[in-house]
């Protein structure tokens, strides 16, 4: 069976510090794979998604950007986290035209 | 651009009661798929129910069943017999071409 993993679960960063989230997903090859935002009681924001090694299409212009290194590994990333980059980031793969999430991270930037 | 919407933002309910939250969508398209997912305090999103736009059955999941009206582009989730682990956010989605577009979620509290 599938599983999506994620890292680190919690984390807090000053502004202007550099962030690397990660998401690897077992059981399944060539997946699309998504990053998502939610701020605090709000609904969900797609950040970024990737049919393919090195192909990453984004969805909303930031300060953030992603990498697909691996087959089965997305990587969220930003040179300088801003206060507005707070949230909590959800990566997901598609089977079926079914997104799957993983436990998600919560990102403080103070 | 495709849009969903669930008018209700808070919804509540007894235990062991009925309740069914709405969601409507807007697309032009004929094929796409729509989901209902929970999240918990955990914040993990579950998914509860998946329905294909091409099949008139209403999908059903043990005590969660859809209302599928795809002329109206109406989509609604009915909960039996709710349990006080059903509280959470719920979210309804579309997709096509393997993407979402989620509503704002409804926050469903079950009271014991």
């Known amino acids: 069976s599938q599983t999506i993993h994620q890292w680190p679960a919690t984390l807090v960063q000053p502004v202007g510090s550099p962030l690397s989230l990660e998401c690897t997903v077992e059981g399944t090859s060539n997946p699309n794979l998504y990053w998502y935002r939610q701020a605090a009681g709000r609904g969900l924001q797609l950040l970024f998604y990737?049919?393919?090694?090195?192909?990453i299409s984004s969805e909303v212009p930031q300060n953030l950007s992603a990498s697909r290194p691996q087959d089965r590994q997305f990587i969220l990333s930003s040179k300088k986290l801003l206060l507005s980059d707070s949230g909590f980031y959800l990566c997901?793969?598609?089977?079926?035209?079914?997104?799957?999430f993983g436990p998600g991270t919560r990102l403080l930037v103070l | 651009a495709q849009t969903v919407t669930q008018s209700q933002p808070e919804m509540s309910v007894q235990e062991a009661e009925t309740v069914t939250l709405s969601c409507t969508y807007d697309t032009s398209e004929n094929n796409y798929y729509l989901f209902w997912y929970k999240q918990p305090p955990s914040r993990q999103m579950i998914l509860v129910i998946r329905?294909?736009?091409?099949?008139?059955q209403n999908a059903t999941e043990n005590r969660f069943s859809v209302n599928f009206q795809k002329a109206a582009k109406s989509f609604s989730l009915k909960i039996s017999d709710s349990q006080l682990g059903d509280t959470a956010m719920y979210f309804c989605a579309w997709a096509s071409n393997y993407k979402l577009t989620f509503g704002k979620g409804t926050l469903l509290t079950v009271n014991p």
């Open positions: 329905q294909e736009a091409y099949k008139q």
């Open positions: 997901a793969w598609a089977g079926l035209e079914t997104q799957y």
């Open positions: 990737s049919v393919g090694i090195g192909q």
